[in-house]
């Protein structure tokens, strides 16, 4: 199973821009990474995927270096209400037979 | 668009007492799952079914079990709850297919005294 890390948590202020980093060193060549966010209370809910380079939504962007082996998930001008924790999920594409395990996660702590 | 329900949303159990966690998902998703989580912590798989038919262990399946009834519908059952199984469930599902977008359940919080 890819194993994800990233850091347990982070500090920001309002209109900052947060770059929260996970590392996945054993991703496999079908292998997708994708960002979800959970409020306390709440299930987790999807906030962008990608698959190489850069993607970017209306929430947020998704670099991924040439060698797959971290991305980096880019919060443009956080406010107080992207206050959650991040999970960086890597899984693959097929059959679904593989497991999608979820990391940690980070949590962010957006100040006023 | 209800998306994945699951049922009760609470439920408070004495040791050694059964119950199904009952999910259901109406999105046509091959793949369900069902999750722990335990206060402060992350989420950690108990069982999965990659499609109607087929089940699979997680990362903590012991004192679980699981039943894939249709393509709709996946519980889990705890045979004889303990303590240590208080905790917050979510359901899930995906497509399976293309990507792994998975869409949650709004959880089910389970306490065993």
């Known amino acids: 199973l890819a194993k994800t890390t990233q850091p347990i948590s982070m500090d920001s202020y309002e209109g900052q821009e947060v770059n929260i980093t996970c590392s996945h060193n054993?991703?496999?060549?079908?292998?997708?990474i994708t960002w979800y966010q959970q409020f306390p209370s709440q299930g987790p809910r999807f906030i962008i995927q990608?698959?190489?380079t850069k993607v970017t939504n209306e929430v947020a962007s998704l670099f991924i270096p040439a060698d797959r082996k971290s991305s980096t998930l880019s919060l443009p001008r956080v406010s107080l209400s992207d206050t959650a924790v991040y999970y960086c999920l890597v899984g693959d594409k097929g059959t679904g037979r593989r497991a999608l395990t979820f990391g940690s996660g980070t949590r962010l702590q957006v100040q006023p | 668009n209800a998306g994945v329900t699951q049922t009760p949303k609470f439920q408070v159990l004495k040791t050694g007492q059964s119950m199904t966690l009952q999910c259901a998902q109406d999105m046509n998703h091959n793949s369900m799952y069902w999750y722990r989580q335990d206060p402060g912590m992350g989420l950690r798989l108990i069982y999965y079914?990659?499609?109607?038919?087929?089940?699979d262990k997680g990362e903590v399946p012991n004192g679980y079990n699981v039943s894939r009834l249709n393509k709709r519908e996946f519980s889990l059952r705890l045979e004889s709850a303990a303590p240590s199984q208080t905790s917050v469930y979510f359901c899930?599902?995906?497509?399976?297919?293309?990507?792994?977008?998975?869409?949650f359940g709004e959880g089910s919080w389970l306490t065993v005294v």
């Open positions: 054993n991703i496999a060549t079908n292998d997708y």
């Open positions: 990608g698959y190489k």
């Open positions: 079914s990659a499609s109607e038919g087929t089940t």
């Open positions: 899930a599902s995906s497509e399976g297919g293309t990507g792994n977008t998975i869409y």
